[in-house]
Structures are given as structure tokens and as C-alpha cells.
């Protein structure tokens, strides 16, 4: 089964400072047909305006991934960590027993663009932790290339859940194949350009795809396109 959800009908709320777009139920927007696609529980796409950001609030039990398109992120957390996370990086946190986090656009004149992902875990209470790394353009180029898994998996950071997030940047006119492990799940959203999926599904900057009970799908772009994409248990 193939479910497209396209960019506009995202729950879209807009507070001056941050604009963001909820694939999932989340703050004020609340669907319990629409709460999560396996251990994938939230995915907001946000715009943050210059010299705003969110301050120090918790989590628990849930492990998160910030992948940013444009800006810069300021990160600061309650176990004594310190980043500025910029395009093309990803953030991994797990906030297990208790954190408190705060998420800031440290520029003057240029909004933060960036990805919020939050995941169930597979145990609760974990010890809070938090990393971040670069992958280059060159790495994601005409390939599924691993950012996050929780399977050894070559350079990705690690996550407490069974599931691989892979990011592409396909060339015009390529295309590329994923084999999928019986009984899991897919997840698919279009960064920016247009992507076709199975030759009969076309997708643009926002869309995205919920898959189930697929063996293999075929991913191809005319223009080119940057996309993520996510094994889920």
C-alpha cells in the first residue's frame, strides 16, 4: 500500500517567529487516525525567523533527529552540550530518563529552515545523549546513504529504535532501487524538487509517502531532488 500525503495538506500553524508544517498529531493539532507510521511519531517541518527559537524545555523517552536545510541551529542541553548544527548536518538526541533542551536561530537576517523527527524507542529510561555529524553532498549523491540507524551501519550515528533514516540527493534523470525487508515499513519525504516513485506516483518539494507490505520501490527524478527516507521496523 502506498498512501501519498501532499505538502498542503500538512496541519500548518504559524506563530510570527516559527512557521512549521505536522505530518503526525502534535501540539495544538490533534487526529488519532493521525498519530504516528510505526515508531515515527512526529515530523515538522519548520521555519524559524532570526534571533528566535524555542528555550529550554524537556523530554523524555523519545529519541530525536534535527536535519537542517537552511540557517543554522544553536544547540544547548541540561547534560552540557553545545552545537551548531548547519545544512547538510544531523543532530541525534535521546532524551531517555530526562533532558531539557533548548533550539535557536543565532542569525540576524536568515531563517532556520530544518526537520524535526522524533521516534519511539525500544526501552525506556535510557541515559540521555546527544550527537551530531556532517555528511557531505558528494556521500548522498545518486545513492540511499545511512545518516542514522540503529544497526551498525557505517558512518550513521546510532538510535535506540530498529530503523535506518537514509538521505539522497538524486541527479537529473537517475534514478535508484530499494530492496525492503519483509514486514517493515517506509517512509518517503521530498526535501525539494520531484521525485517518482513506482513509475505511477509523482512527488514534489513537501509530498510525502506512507508504504506498507512493498518489496521494492523505484525512485526516479527528471530535474533532480533531495529526499529522505526511513526503514521503519
Excluded at 505536522?22 to 488519532?32: G, V
Aim: some cysteine; glycine content about 8%.
Amino acid at each position: 500500500m502506498i498512501q501519498i500525503i501532499p505538502s498542503d495538506q500538512r496541519f500548518l500553524t504559524d506563530h510570527g517567529w516559527l512557521k512549521s508544517r505536522f505530518s503526525f498529531s502534535f501540539a495544538e493539532y490533534y487526529d488519532p487516525n493521525n498519530l504516528q507510521f510505526g515508531p515515527l511519531r512526529v515530523f515538522n517541518d519548520d521555519v524559524i525567523q532570526p534571533g528566535t527559537g524555542f528555550g529550554m524545555h524537556p523530554h523524555r523517552d523519545m529519541e530525536i533527529m534535527t536535519y537542517v536545510i537552511e540557517g543554522v541551529l544553536e544547540h544547548k542541553d541540561s547534560i552540557g552540550n553545545t552545537g551548531i548544527i548547519r545544512p547538510g548536518e544531523v543532530q541525534r538526541m535521546t532524551a531517555g530518563n530526562g533532558i531539557y533542551h533548548s533550539e535557536y536561530n543565532p542569525s540576524e537576517d536568515t531563517p532556520l529552515h530544518l526537520l524535526q523527527i522524533w521516534f519511539l524507542p525500544n526501552q525506556k529510561g535510557l541515559t540521555p545523549s546527544w550527537e551530531q555529524k556532517e555528511f557531505t553532498k558528494e556521500q548522498q549523491t545518486n545513492c540511499l546513504f545511512p545518516v542514522v540507524s540503529g544497526r551498525p551501519n557505517g558512518e550513521a550515528l546510532s538510535i535506540h529504535q530498529d530503523l535506518t533514516v537514509y538521505l539522497s540527493r538524486l541527479e537529473a534523470g537517475r534514478e535508484l532501487t530499494h530492496q525492503q525487508e519483509e514486514g517493515r515499513k517506509i517512509y518517503l519525504f521530498v526535501i525539494s524538487g520531484d521525485l517518482q516513485l513506482d513509475g505511477e506516483h509523482q512527488l514534489s518539494t513537501g509530498d510525502s509517502a506512507r508504504i506498507d507490505e512493498r518489496s521494492q520501490l523505484h525512485l526516479a527524478t527528471t530535474a533532480g531532488a533531495e529526499f529522505m527516507l526511513m526503514d521503519l521496523a
